[in-house]
């Protein structure tokens, strides 16, 4: 199975042109997409309410890729937590999303670590303890340091995830040295694989730390070429494993959801609506004409 979504359901303005759904995002999402990959828990760990409210708001095969705390991946700034301080908030990311589990709606939990998370013995042992912090929950590894797929170590890499019980993340991004990973065209589970569009902006992709690098870092509209190629590639992923979930985060210029549904049509699929149609909000000088009409 190939499923298809979107980074974050918040940004997406064309898919919210239906009357009522601008007030509903995630119902409304849902409606085109069958998952999606929660962001603001890179950013904080959620309110149980907040996981609730999510998961009350989706159909019953909705399901969720969760980014895990920045904390829990060493992009916090300053000390990193240690001791007790790193179990309790592991514990408290895994309390958080215990709604999602009970109702059967999570698909992973994402670790996404920076770039420069090398691979060296220090940071392998790293991702055993954590994998070991989250037994029994399925979670995704992604990597941004060239380190552990150049030079040979590619195969190595994924032997690890499968040792350890890892997803691997594929990822189609800028190649801009070290801080970027090729496109590495494997699964590490029967489970599942995830696969991240990032764009292929190399020029924004070098803008972390400028005021405006959320506008530019991932800036990029695949081509049908690329996107044509690229579902070939979901095609082949479909066979090394049982779920495929894909994940358009190219949305700095709004091209995620487009390049999303261009995918969905390419192998052939059709949003959980039933249709790609939209059913879009009369013009204001048409509210206007149909007032009139009334009022005569």
């Known amino acids: 199975m190939i499923e298809i979504g979107l980074a974050g359901w918040g940004d ?4 919210y042109t239906e009357p009522g759904s601008a007030k509903n995002k995630l119902t409304a999402y849902s409606r085109w997409f069958s998952c999606v990959e929660v962001d603001s828990t890179f950013y904080a760990i959620q ?20 980014k895990a705390y920045q904390g829990m991946t060493g992009h916090t700034r300053g000390p990193a937590p240690q001791g007790q301080a790193v179990e309790d908030m592991f514990a408290a990311f895994r309390a958080s999303i215990a709604p999602m589990i009970e109702a059967g ?8 670590y920076p770039p420069w998370f090398d691979c060296t013995k220090a940071n392998v042992q790293e991702l055993r303890e954590t994998r070991a912090r989250m037994e029994g929950i399925p979670c995704a590894l992604e990597f941004r340091h060239q ?10 890499t994924l032997d690890f995830m499968r040792s350890e019980g890892w997803y691997h993340t ?12 090729p496109i ?12 991240r ?24 509209d695949y081509n049908e070429t690329e996107l044509a190629d690229w579902s070939e590639r979901l095609k082949r992923l479909e066979t090394m494993t049982d779920t495929v979930s894909v994940i358009f985060n190219n949305n700095s210029g709004g091209h995620a959801s487009a390049n999303a549904l ?15 149609e939209v059913r879009r909000q009369p013009e204001q000088l048409e509210l206007f004409a149909q007032a009139d009409e009334i009022i005569e």
């Open 105 to 112: 709606k999570l698909r992973a939990v994402l670790f996404q």
């Open 147 to 156: 380190s552990w797929f150049e030079g040979g170590m590619a195969e190595r």
């Open 170 to 181: 594929v990822c189609d991004e800028p190649q801009a040295g070290k801080g970027s990973v």
């Open 197 to 220: 569009f990032h764009g292929r902006n190399v020029e924004g992709w070098h803008s972390s730390g400028q005021p405006n690098w959320r506008e530019v870092r991932y800036l990029y």
């Open 262 to 276: 261009e995918m969905m049509m390419l192998l052939g699929q059709t949003p959980p609506r039933g249709s790609f």
């Open 12 to 15: 997406h303005d064309s898919l």
């Open 184 to 195: 590495v065209e494997a699964a590490a589970a029967e489970e599942m694989t995830l696969v």
């Open 47 to 66: 309110p149980l309410r907040n996981m609730e409210k999510w998961t009350a708001e989706t159909p019953p095969a909705f399901r969720f890729i969760v």
